[in-house]
């Protein structure tokens, strides 16, 4: 029995069946980079947190053919999938570009549902609306990358919009029925534990479910440029654990685990390196939540 209620647990009872995620590439940029907020993006994102996903350069199909390639070893002809769309503002289009390229995939008998991450500032009324229609056809996740509710933070981080923002645009996702799913970095430069503990319990009151990310350093982000020049360090295996302890703790048992932790692309990983390995970082956190409380 799981401490805690986690994905692959949630995705069993609701679709009856193992189902894993194919990272796709839908080919978009984010008002963080492309000039309308800025041209940098936040201080940490390096690929739009996409270095796992299929190129932009193939049409979908191509990708999918390729991500479920990937899985070869671990799903079989009766698996099902999730389209994930993870990289860069997945929202950031014109409603009729959307359309051509999620619509389609409401078709297919292999993909049971769809998920999009995107920012609260890319969701107007017509992209509401459209993403009613689309949840209609399939079940749809919508994730939306808060990080810290922390204002002296995200300013830091430059995320680009305020809490508000956010807290708005979960409170009209919620109202059309779309489920959301909030990532939550902890380890950010300057935050106390309280400060992350605090982050989490507000993703809780607006999310369905939530995502665990451990701050890490890539090289090639101004992120990296600050920790080089000594301005934070990042944590240690053993306090991440524990904090990932004391957040699971005050997650409601309704709110799904999507993620405890985040591990960047290992060629350009800098900090914290223990991160590189998944596997022991999963099984420690593991451990620790299994102990009598």
Known sequence: MSPYYGVNEYF???????????ALDGGFTCPNRDGTLGNGGCIFCLE?????????????????????????????????????FQAYTNTYAPVERLRELYLPLTERDDIVA???ATRPDCLSED????????????????????????????????????????????????????????????GLPFETEEMMLESVAHACKYSK??????????????????????????LELDEYVKLVKKCVDIIPKDVVIHRLTGDGAKRHLIAPLWSGDKKRVINSINSILRQKR
């Open 209 to 234: 479910g939530i995502k665990l990310q451990l701050l890490h350093v890539l090289e090639g982000t101004d992120l990296a440029e600050d920790y080089k020049q000594g301005k934070f360090k990042t």
């Open 127 to 186: 992209v509401l609306d459209f993403l009613v229609e689309l949840n209609r056809k399939k079940p749809l996740f919508l994730e939306l990358g808060l990080q810290t509710i922390h204002e002296r933070t995200a300013d830091y981080i430059r995320r680009g919009y305020n809490l508000e923002c956010y807290n708005s645009s979960a409170e009209e996702l919620n109202r059309r029925g779309i489920e959301l799913v909030t990532h939550i970095i902890l």
């Open 12 to 22: 069993k009872d609701r679709f009856g069946c193992k189902v894993y995620k194919l």
């Open 48 to 84: 739009g947190s996409g270095a796992f996903a299929e190129r932009s350069c193939q049409n979908l199909d191509v990708q999918i053919k390729r991500a479920k390639q990937r899985l070869a070893s671990k799903a079989d002809t009766s698996t099902k999938y999730i389209a994930y």
């Open 114 to 116: 769809i998920s999009i």
